[in-house]
Each structure stands twice: as C-alpha cells, then as structure tokens.
C-alpha cells in the first residue's frame, strides 16, 4: 500500500517555488540597471529552445538559476552563449561570491 502525504508535497513545492522566486528576485537587484560593470541584463529570455532567468547580449551570456544541481542539461546551448548555472541556494547564501564569478567573466571578456 503506497501513501503519499500530499499536503508535505505542496509545502515542500512552495517552499522551493519561494526559494527560487527569492533568488531570482536578489539577483535581479546586482544586476538591473547597469549595476553589473556597466552591462545590461534582461529577465526572462529564450534562446532557441533554451531559457535563461537574465541574459546580457552585450556579453552574449545567460543566467539560469535552479532549485537543485541538475544532471544532464535537456537543451543544448546555443552558439556563441556562455551560460552561467547557479542554485537558488548558492545565490541566497553566496551572493558575493555569485557575484565574483559573473565579475570575473566581465573582465575576461573584455580582455579578449
């Protein structure tokens, strides 16, 4: 006899749906309005069958942000994109060093 407690189940999804909302939301207020080195990044955009939370076409690179390290990736990622993955864990307890790695590409793509 299989039992499911279904109530834990949709605790549990809106705990995780409000951890990956927080994250996204802490994110967006580095980098909107030029905050990130100058560059501009937009929410919420499809590439070809891939989708990012932010993307800046300037660099040519795209945020996504998940509840839980994924496995293998579905989509692949289209040419000329570096993606940046990151957990909505990492971005709520390690802000600054998400931050540092998205810095860190800024100023290796400039040297370029």
Not at 7 to 35: C, G, H, N, T, Y
Not at 52 to 81: H, N, T, W
Request: charged fraction near 30%; include cysteine; aromatic fraction near 12%.
């Amino acid at each position: 006899m299989e039992t499911t407690n279904k109530p834990i189940l949709r605790i549990f999804s809106k705990r995780m749906d409000d951890l990956q909302m927080r994250a996204q939301v802490l994110l967006w207020l580095e980098l909107r309005s030029k905050q990130m080195m100058g560059y501009t990044f937009i929410q919420e955009r499809s590439i070809d069958q891939m989708k990012f939370d932010f993307f800046c076409a300037d660099l040519m690179l795209g945020i996504q942000i998940y509840e839980r390290p994924q496995g293998k990736r579905s989509a692949e990622v289209p040419q000329g994109i570096t993606v940046f993955r990151f957990t909505a864990e990492q971005i709520c307890e390690e802000m600054q060093e998400v931050l540092r790695h998205i810095e860190n590409y800024i100023q290796y793509y400039e040297r370029r």
